[in-house]
């Protein structure tokens, strides 16, 4: 079975093994979620991506078959491997072209951005042939000169359909509509286990999803407003967690973003006001507070407690710069004045 995987190769794609798998050659239906890292290099070793330090962080590729993955060769070379093998495959222009986009994505994705930024104005075989910059040098280089590349695979594990919630970015709008709600619920479950950066990134997914869909819609119409309401109490929920985590400059952004956008929301006034303080912001923080009281008087007791912990802190730093201060310039009596002229 294996060798018949082999052969369905496409001309221009060479196989080689480099460690052999485990088990059986797997069925490989439309829908089958393959994990595996990858390492995309130039014919001369050059190496050009590699998913174990994309980004800073070691993070596999997971792809659905079946679904159109631009670069179709990913999908044929991963159909002739075991679960545990590595291989190599040497891949001609022609089955690599399209390379630079795909990459661009996946490093999108690793920086935590959209993997469409930059690709939303034409079609992939148009850029290849534009100069459109992928935002890369040696993308764009890639890109303007295309060439052979070479693609060692690792895969990890292969999961039948209906066995794996499927990707954000392989999900339909509809799928990515439904699975919100389930993913905050996940996220609220962490939180109230005491999971804060765990409960972060569920929230950010439900972001993501949400995201996705409202950059179809046009900025004010109903539908872009609907996603925007449901995105505004995830994004809360983030921006608790990153409070604390002591992210608290991403909090400021994004309270500031949703008060331009929703001048009554009293909870992104609070939130932003506990990140002013944490940075020693204290005009601001005072600021933010006032006007949680004012819009929402019941919580006069919680904006109270938090202007005592600034207050608190502000003393603590004040005491401990004077005690810096008071020794940097404290005179001692052993120490022989040194005479000076000018």
Not at 4 to 9: E, G, H, P, S, V
Not at 259 to 265: L, T
Request: hydrophobic share 40%.
């Amino acid at each position: 079975m294996e060798e018949l995987a082999n052969k369905l190769l496409a001309e221009g794609i060479h196989k080689k093994l480099i460690s052999p798998g485990k088990g059986e050659l797997p069925t490989f239906v439309d829908g089958t979620k393959v994990v595996f890292h990858y390492r995309t290099s130039l014919c001369d070793g050059t190496v050009v991506d590699d998913s174990r330090t994309m980004g800073g962080r070691s993070k596999p590729m997971e792809l659905i078959l079946g679904k159109k993955f631009k670069l179709a060769v990913w999908e044929q070379i991963v159909a002739t491997m075991r679960e545990g093998e590595v291989a190599a495959f040497t891949c001609d222009v022609k089955h690599a072209a399209l390379y630079p986009l795909v990459s661009q994505s996946l490093r999108n994705i690793s920086a935590g951005k959209d993997p469409l930024e930059g690709q939303r104005h034409c079609c992939g075989i148009a850029q290849i042939h534009s100069h459109h910059s992928l935002g890369h040098c040696d993308l764009d280089h890639l890109q303007a000169n295309p060439q052979a590349l070479v693609f060692t695979l690792d895969l990890l594990e292969v999961l039948v359909p209906g066995s794996f919630r499927l990707d954000i970015w392989a999900m339909s709008d509809e799928e990515k509509l439904k699975v919100v709600p389930q993913i905050h619920e996940e996220g609220n479950a962490l939180y109230k286990k005491g999971n804060t950066k765990e409960a972060s990134e569920k929230y950010h997914n439900a972001i993501a999803c949400l995201k996705n869909l409202q950059m179809k819609e046009r900025p004010g119409d109903e539908a872009w407003i609907k996603l925007d309401l449901m995105i505004t109490p995830l994004l809360l929920n983030y921006c608790q967690c990153q409070l604390l985590l002591g992210q608290y400059y991403e909090v400021l952004d994004h309270c500031s973003s949703l008060i331009f956008k929703y001048e009554d929301n009293v909870k992104a006034y609070f939130k932003r006001g506990k990140a002013h303080a944490a940075v020693w912001n204290e005009a601001e923080a005072r600021a933010d507070f006032a006007k949680v009281v004012q819009m929402d008087p019941s919580l006069g007791p919680s904006v109270a407690k938090e202007l005592r912990v600034m207050e608190d802190k502000i003393r603590v730093k004040e005491k401990e710069e004077k005690g810096l201060y008071k020794s940097l310039f404290s005179y001692d009596g052993n120490t022989p004045a040194t005479a000076t002229t000018g």
